[in-house]
């Protein structure tokens, strides 16, 4: 290729160094302003998505980048176009006008529509937001700004070089004056970023001891080199606000008698909408906002269920502690990527759902509440409160759970265990950090750890565990997994110590031998065996050919059937003996 490019530039008879410039400059030029395209895409989708995880696209943003410099060139030139050597610089053309515009002016112009809607969105989004919001959205938007009117001459100079076939004498000086600056205002707006020189000192730091990211959080207050992270803090600020305004200790109810609870008309159905005005944490521009608590009477009630009071509640989810602390921040490694995070005091998780999952707290809200009743010490997780809030264009659905992990004892290894075995091996990441990766079920097979709890302790919590899996079958959920972490216990004094105080009748359980102490809860509960799970199933099992019985998608009762042969055959580091278990 590189030869046949050589000979065809030397029969048109262009001076050498026109032939690489204009080659070289329309390859850089087209990767350059696709890059810019890419930045002015990202930030409308952070300002309407704030809580999805761009940085999973990054592969895609490269691959349309670099394809579109490289078909770009090679098609201008493979098409036999002309390089002009203009009294300022050398660039390819056409023979063909409508070649010359789709292959040159069809790319900038889809990027430059794009930076036109995000500074749209811009625009509207600087009405009612806070200080540190309208920097970065400002900050944002002079960058796209700055492309706009660097490649707009790009563009009109094209379109009137093949409308007029002259060289257009002043899009070409527009055009070059706007590259020759945009380096350096750009240059400008990320050094104005008070965060630019943190985040230089951070990647240098991560490059040397990758270890240093693991608990970086995602919502610092300065860290502002992506609109996402404000707009995320302003947003869990509000939800937090919000819901030391809507949590009121309700009045009129008898919680001490459920069948009473249970029989009120309001006690399921009743949800509690307000728009609040917010000022937020530092002080800054108020602003109003909607917000949604679902079920505020059966949440207070499942609180109070696990010993959980209104003041205890709010005082996990005051926003000066959140902020003040690095609370561990994260999207999910899962399909979903929802975003979540810890409380500062670590008791409570909270995590971003989508509306099918929404609907699915909300469908299984009455029996869950029955069933925690029946059954105080049950494994399943504790939901503490649904709420939503409409930001810019989206509403937001928040889910506060338990933290399973919040005993201060340290997780030395964790796992997440289905029963299934396709596509359940994290491999060599879990071996080379094993603390910090959590491995699935073929990394614990392979393992030497299993559940080596007392026999009369294996009998409680097999039959609890399938309790709780039984119950999940009948609401016909499945997918559901067993959270187990592991503390390895160092000498005797601790050892004795948690055997003597440790609450088996919950999450924590003792080895028999006094060496491990174990961390145990059901997470993933609200997913159910639709539509798209059985096309997913059909199509792996049918054209990729995973062993049907191996796969995660299961129906509800076949989940239930395999979750309890694993239980019985290979979580206790024995097989038990089922026929005298429930």
Known sequence: MIAYVNNSLEELSIPS??????????????????????????????????FKNTTKWGIYFHIYVWMTAIVTTLSLYLLRSDIHEWSIFCTLSSVSDKTTIVLLSVPVVISLLMGLVASSFGLKSLKSTSKDRRIVIIRMMLFTFIFIFCWSGYVASNIYYVVDGTPPTGFILWWSFGVSIQGFVNSFVWFWNPSFYDTVKHTLKKYFNPKEDENRPLMKRYDASNIDIVVRQSVIYDLMEGIKCTTVEPRGYNFDSADDFLEHPKGYKKNKKCFLISTDLFGLRPHTYKMKDFRPLIFHRLRLLNNTTMSSYLSSLSPETFFREKSQQKFSDGRSGSFFCF???????????????VQQVLAILPRYHEYLEKHPNSLLPRFYGLYSI?????????????????????IHRKFDLKGSWVNREVGASYNEDPEKVMGMDVDFKKSEYRVR????????????????ALFLDSLHLMDYSILLGIHIIQDTAESHQFCDSVDVERFLWVSEDGSEIYVLSIIDILQGYDLKKKLERFFKVTFLRRDKFGLSVQSPKKYYRRFRRFLANEFFGCVLDTSTLS
Request: glycine share 6%; net charge negative.
């Open 17 to 50: 160094h026109c032939q690489f410039q204009a080659i070289w400059g329309q390859f850089w030029s087209t990767g350059s302003m696709g890059w810019n395209g890419v930045l002015s895409f990202t930030l409308f989708i952070n300002l309407i998505r704030p």
């Open 343 to 357: 409380t500062s005091d670590k008791k409570l998780i909270i995590k971003t759902i989508p509306l099918g999952e």
């Open 390 to 410: 409409d930001v810019n264009y989206e509403t937001i659905y928040f889910l506060v759970s338990v933290n399973a992990f919040s005993s201060p004892l340290q």
């Open 453 to 468: 709890v007392a026999d009369h302790h294996q009998k409680v919590l097999y039959e609890r565990l399938s309790q709780d």
